[in-house]
């Protein structure tokens, strides 16, 4: 269930006195999100002098919610500065929602898994979970290239208490998605290539795209000690290529069959063309793909090759 579905479900049931979402803040997935959010709240409003250091304690009223939206959205509302009690709280809080809700309602053509109109009372009543989703969704919209830990998903605690007692369950949450995974669904026209369709789209989400699949080849390089930085110039010569593929696919790709320190240009096109031809024989075809288009460092042609090892690779 989506987050407003299990909220919604909650409202309409007359049996439950309380209702909770618990997150244990120390899964390293949701401490890196709740750090990535902090820091970049406390960035966007620096000028301000405004600094929050818990997400649930510090937006429940709406006053960081009013500056964020005014800063980013570049949106002026005739709401209070500073308000006190809960009531006045809730009014500033549901005009913040309701221009958020116009702002945020459909990104790119793709529905967003939340509602605003929900999340009110649930974020003044310092729902972290509520909170972090309207954080995320709102990050996407006027900072598409914030660095945010791609593919998180956590456990979360919900708990009922009714009439009948206490009831506890464990479920997945997932709190930023991967910008691929997101980029795939949301493609435009699905008989062109995506990656064709990605570098027409503004720099800024080609950024998103690239950060992310440099993402997935870390996660299954870290475990040989290596690192990509530079996706145009590491992928050149072959070497790192080879050793994905070979961690992907689990197998091993014997040391005299390429060249592992490439000399010249000559050795590097040896390296990329055995790359496509394991590629190949694992089924996987990349037509219109030349080797030497990835020795000259062709952006193109290697995101077409490192997104097509995502798609087959990627963690559910």
């Known amino acids: 269930e989506t987050f407003s579905a299990k909220h919604q479900k909650i409202q309409q049931s007359q049996s439950i006195w309380s209702f909770l979402s618990i997150i244990h803040k120390k899964q390293p997935g949701s401490r890196a ?10 960035k966007t409003l620096k000028a301000e002098h405004i600094v929050i250091q ?3 304690e510090d937006l429940y009223d709406g006053l960081v919610l009013h500056h964020l939206l005014a800063r980013l959205g570049n949106v002026k509302l005739d709401v209070e500065e500073i308000a006190l009690t809960g009531s006045s709280q809730l009014r500033k809080l549901e005009a913040v929602m309701k221009e958020l809700d116009k702002m945020l309602g459909v990104e790119d053509g793709c529905p967003i898994k939340w509602d605003v109109k929900l999340c ?3 974020i003044h009543n310092k729902d972290l979970l509520a909170t972090i989703h309207l954080l995320v969704a709102m990050a996407k919209a006027f900072q598409p290239e914030l ?6 998903k956590i456990d979360v605690v919900t708990v009922e208490v009714s ?3 206490i009831k506890s369950e ?3 949450e997932v709190l930023t998605e991967d910008s691929l995974t997101h980029f795939s669904g949301c493609l435009t026209n699905p008989g062109e290539d995506p990656i064709e369709q990605l570098l027409k789209l503004e720099a800024t989400k080609v950024n998103t795209v690239k950060k992310a699949i440099l993402h997935f080849v870390n996660q299954n390089m870290a475990s040989l000690g290596l690192q990509v930085a530079d996706m145009d110039k590491q992928f050149a010569d072959g070497v790192i290529l080879l050793l994905l593929i070979g961690q992907l696919e689990g197998f091993f790709i014997p040391l005299v069959d390429f060249h592992l320190t490439p000399a010249n240009d000559a050795e590097m096109l040896h390296n990329v063309t055995l790359a496509l031809d394991l590629l190949d024989d694992i089924g996987l075809q990349l037509p219109n793909i030349d080797p030497q288009d990835i020795v000259s460092q062709d952006v193109a042609a290697t995101l077409k090759v490192l997104y097509a090892l ?3 690779h990627k963690r559910n």
């Open 33 to 42: 999100v709740i750090e990535a959010l902090v820091d970049w709240i406390n």
């Open 54 to 56: 818990s997400l649930e």
């Open 120 to 122: 009110l009372s649930v």
């Open 147 to 152: 660095n945010l830990p791609p593919n998180v």
């Open 163 to 165: 009439k009948s007692g």
């Open 170 to 172: 464990v479920q997945t």
């Open 310 to 312: 995502f798609r087959k």
